[in-house]
């Protein structure tokens, strides 16, 4: 058995962490042999009340200590070890007196965006071992987009850990390094996008007489119906082309939204937060 701290539990901490005991309690997942379950878990904040707030949110049924400013006592009891503060914050968590000490010989899970496998290694003794990963906050319910970056010193078992937890929580995908602030504006950023896109279907729809609530719903199962096709092997060109009947309505608000630009700006928003992403922690 072994120790889980979130190192920094806000939004993607408490976003994951709800995913991650959902997908234990389920143990809807086929656990290999090397994975070691944790059956310690440890979150890591800065305010007592912030602690107090997490501790209400997971209640009573989840074994979780809920500390403020005991990052190192938690990070010594614990085998793995999720960084989840903001990327700007990675020196003060990680250079606090004892912190190196206390790393020594485990994993580091960092979804820092922008902060590197190099950048973090100068603030980590030798022997921590970092993976990096992205998820997104559809973890909150085990829907999550993670893409995973390995560190030549991961091992076989510590990436098998890390696919178990965030396969566990959504779908996984390794990728470089070089190629992660892309994949943090795709898929880390990606539901603000996904979400304001849902947020002006929606407001099509209420200006054409439905009332929100109905055009919401409208607007975001067919995003993710739209989603699953994809996933399950069609080609977006070919879904576009058998939803535009000669004539119809479908071709008709296509091309509007092609007056508008609409695929350039969307690729430029990923152009740009992958670019931002690339800063990040520096
Ligand atoms: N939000 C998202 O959808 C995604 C975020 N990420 C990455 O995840 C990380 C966290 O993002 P997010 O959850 O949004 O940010 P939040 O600010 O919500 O969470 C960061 C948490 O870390 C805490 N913290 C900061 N410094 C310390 C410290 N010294 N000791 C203990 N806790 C500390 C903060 O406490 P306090 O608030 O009191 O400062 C806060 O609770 C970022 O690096 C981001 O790049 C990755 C993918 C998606
Ligand atoms: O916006 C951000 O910087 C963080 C990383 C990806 C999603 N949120």
């Not at 937890?165 to 390094?177: A, D, H, Q, S, Y």
Request: glycine share 10%; aromatic share 4%; with cysteine.
């Amino acid at each position: 058995m072994s120790g889980f701290c979130v190192l920094g539990c806000g939004t993607m901490g408490k976003a994951l962490l709800t995913g991650i005991f959902d997908s234990i309690k389920e143990q809807d997942q086929q656990v290999s042999k090397n994975v070691s379950v944790p059956d310690r878990f440890y979150a890591c904040v800065k305010f007592a009340q912030e602690a107090r707030d997490i501790e209400k949110l997971f209640g009573e049924t989840v074994g979780i200590s809920v500390t403020a400013e005991e990052n190192v006592q938690k990070a010594k009891a614990s085998d793995v070890l999720l960084l989840s503060c903001k990327p700007q914050g990675a020196e003060e968590v990680l250079s606090a007196p004892g912190m190196k000490e206390a790393l020594k010989g485990k994993l580091i899970l960092s979804i820092l965006a922008g902060k590197t496998i190099d950048s973090l290694k100068t603030l980590l003794d030798d022997s921590t071992r970092i993976i990096r990963i992205m998820p997104n906050t559809a973890s909150r319910i085990r829907e999550s987009m993670s893409v995973l970056c390995p560190a030549p010193n991961a091992t076989e078992a510590d990436v098998e850990f890390a696919e178990w937890v965030f396969n566990g929580i959504g779908r996984t995908m390794k990728l470089p390094e070089k190629l992660i602030d892309a994949a943090t504006a795709m898929c880390g950023s990606g539901p603000a996008f996904v979400a304001t896109m849902i947020e002006a279907m929606t407001d099509g729809g209420v200006m054409m007489g439905i009332p929100f609530a109905q055009a919401q719903e409208l607007a975001a199962q067919t995003m993710v119906g739209t989603g699953q096709m994809v996933l399950q092997g069609q080609h977006p060109a070919k879904i576009r082309n058998d939803v535009s009947t000669p004539a119809g309505c479908t071709i008709s608000g296509l091309l509007a939204l092609e007056d508008g630009k609409i695929r350039s700006t969307i690729a430029r928003g990923i152009e740009q937060a992958t670019k931002t992403a690339s800063g990040l922690g520096k």
